[in-house]
């Protein structure tokens, strides 16, 4: 019988589900994305693969060519040159480079209660005027003499999103640069790294990929930067740079790079290509109906969480405590500031987000 027009979407959510269902089996209902992702099995794959050739005592040059690999398809993610992505550690090591380029007495604007990694370099500096004001504030705060702006794109406490269209244009206005972190949003929201000065992005949340790597967008003139870390990876010709000092940097973004752990990078590229795969606008789409899902349940059983529209991350006030609870009964979630905070991505399921509303109902 003909049960009327097929929906145009649905080979893609098919495709979509069984690419997921192939590389995640997780062992509970893991709503955790929000502090790590979970890794795809081909990560883990690529992972194991490269340190078989350190264990065997193969060439190391795979390795060497996966950090390559990661940083063009991060830059395809961001939609920016490979040229401009630098190679580093920590979203902290990244903002440490920005907070070295600022004159002293210049003026850095920040978010109230942003992550730390995010703002506390600016800080140590001790000869920085850092301003905090209200996130919903920030675009309206920035003024004449504001050098920096530095935010980001998601809050990792609350889910909040900036609005970064209202920032941009502000800072522009007045002159002022952008630095702004996508880790809590890079994976599930579509980005434009182009749209600002600078960008940064950690690997192992939204990303999926291992710890130990963040990835750094500069300007095509490279901003300004000075890259006080700079080794032998850092030099244009890295291979014939490894005694004394470096003769040439690198023309590019890799200038600022920082001798990367490599059997990482491997893995951060084996996820990057699932997410091209999916298409980040699908799991965009995805995540955000579990969350209104999972709002529009804690609404039933009478809780309100912090105003987040938009936002993959969903945190309730006063839930913090059952952090513990839930853990025991199999269900990953964060205690942040008191707040149950619940983050929901591509091998979430319907299913997850009612499990959680279950035991929440008690």
Request: with cysteine.
């Amino acid at each position: 019988m003909d049960g009327g027009p097929a929906d145009p979407h649905s080979g893609l959510m098919e495709t979509f589900e069984s690419l997921v269902r192939a590389e995640f089996r997780p062992k509970n209902t893991y709503l955790n994305t929000a502090s790590s992702g979970l890794l795809p099995a081909r990560t883990l794959t690529a992972l194991q693969d490269a340190m078989a050739i350190r264990a065997e005592g193969r060439p190391l040059d795979p390795l060497f060519e996966d950090v390559e690999r990661a940083r063009a398809a991060f830059a395809r993610l961001a939609g920016v040159p490979a040229s401009r992505v630098a190679a580093g550690p920590s979203v902290a090591a990244q903002t440490g480079l920005i907070a070295a380029s600022l004159p002293a007495g210049a003026e850095v604007l920040t978010a109230e209660d942003d992550f730390t990694s995010v703002v506390n370099p600016f800080h140590v500096r001790g000869d920085l005027k850092v301003r905090a004001v209200p996130l919903e504030r920030i675009a309206e705060s920035v003024r004449p003499g504001t050098a920096l702006v530095a935010v980001s794109a998601a809050q990792s406490a609350d889910g909040r999103v900036a609005d970064l269209p209202a920032l941009r244009a502000a800072a522009r206005t007045h002159g002022a640069r952008t630095y702004v972190d996508f880790s809590q949003a890079a994976g599930w929201l579509p980005i434009d790294a182009d749209g600002y000065d600078f960008t940064v992005a950690t690997t192992f949340k939204w990303l999926l990929g291992p710890h130990g790597a963040a990835f750094l967008v500069v300007p095509e003139d490279l901003g300004g930067l000075t890259p006080l870390l700079a080794g032998w990876v850092a030099a244009e010709d890295p291979w014939d740079s490894c005694y004394g000092p470096v003769a040439e940097l690198a023309r590019s973004a890799r200038r600022f790079d920082v001798s990367p752990g490599l059997f990482t990078y491997s893995g951060v590229h084996a996820s990057l290509t699932l997410l091209e795969e999916l298409g980040v606008a699908a799991v965009h789409a995805h995540d955000l109906a579990l969350a209104d899902r999972f709002t529009q349940g804690l609404a039933r059983l009478g809780h309100e969480p912090l105003p987040a529209p938009g936002s993959a991350i969903v945190s309730v006030p006063g839930l913090g405590a059952k952090q513990a609870e839930l853990s025991r009964a199999g269900i990953q979630v964060s205690d942040r500031a008191g707040n149950l905070r619940a983050s929901f991505h591509l091998y979430n399921t319907a299913a997850d987000v009612d499990r959680l509303l279950d035991v929440l109902a008690g």
